[in-house]
């Protein structure tokens, strides 16, 4: 069982085209970080989020984490080809020293 | 931000054979480092966490006599697939944290195929 539930599993879209991926869980994290990874290649990480109810912006990427610190969004505006790839979210509960990553949502945006 | 490299990037084996994976940070020390398995189209599984200077503590299911894993350095992390079987064939992944940052930064990774 996956401690960290990604929706959707797979998003395929339009250049142009909005979209949100979700991140949910049962347990509280005290922190959640959001990584890209491409093929062949480790995860970089996009941002972490530590306060209940925060909202961080990153360009086109807007971050939220839940208020009870259960859950995450990432929203991309005005997706590009760029953004192509897997996008996972891990949840720390011991500082960084116990990550555990959610399954990932692969997303692919068309020209 | 902090960089960690992994060596080698790709590695094709017989089965049977041992192969060692390699995981450094290049400019910070990292007391804890961490090894991951990913299979084509799945998350990442972490298997193991490295401790400098201790035994490294293994994740449920993962056989600690088959992933030998030797964190002698401050900046040097090994991991060795003993007697690997095509199904040990993955891709492998170490990150580092790197305390300043308070972030664990990954590296490139490691494909590994077994034959």
């Known amino acids: 069982t996956q401690l960290l539930e990604q929706s959707p599993q797979f998003l395929s879209i339009q250049e142009g085209e909005n979209l949100t991926v979700y991140c949910n869980s049962s347990s509280v994290f005290s922190s959640l970080q959001w990584y890209r990874q491409e093929p062949g290649e480790g995860p970089v990480l996009l941002v972490t989020v530590v306060t209940g109810g925060e909202v961080k912006k990153l360009k086109r990427l807007t971050f939220q984490f839940g208020d009870a610190r259960k859950d995450s969004s990432l929203h991309i505006t005005a997706a590009q080809p760029g953004d192509t790839g897997l996008y996972l979210c891990a949840g720390g509960r011991h500082h960084n020293n116990d990550m555990r990553f959610g399954a990932g949502t692969r997303l692919t945006v068309k020209p | 931000g902090a960089v960690v490299s992994q060596h080698p990037s790709r590695v094709i084996c017989k089965s049977g054979t041992s192969v060692k994976i390699e995981c450094r940070s290049l400019d910070f020390q990292a007391t804890t480092m961490f090894w991951y398995r990913q299979f084509p189209k799945q998350s990442l599984m972490l298997m193991a966490t490295?401790?400098?200077?201790?035994?490294?503590?293994?994740e449920q299911g993962v056989e600690k006599d088959k992933f030998l894993i030797n964190h002698a350095s401050l900046t040097l992390s090994t991991l060795t697939v003993t007697s690997a079987h095509p199904e040990d064939s993955s891709f492998y992944i170490c990150s580092a944290i790197e305390y300043s940052y308070n972030e664990q930064f990954f590296g490139p990774g490691t494909r590994l195929t077994v034959l």
């Open positions: 490295s401790n400098e200077g201790s035994k490294a503590t293994y």
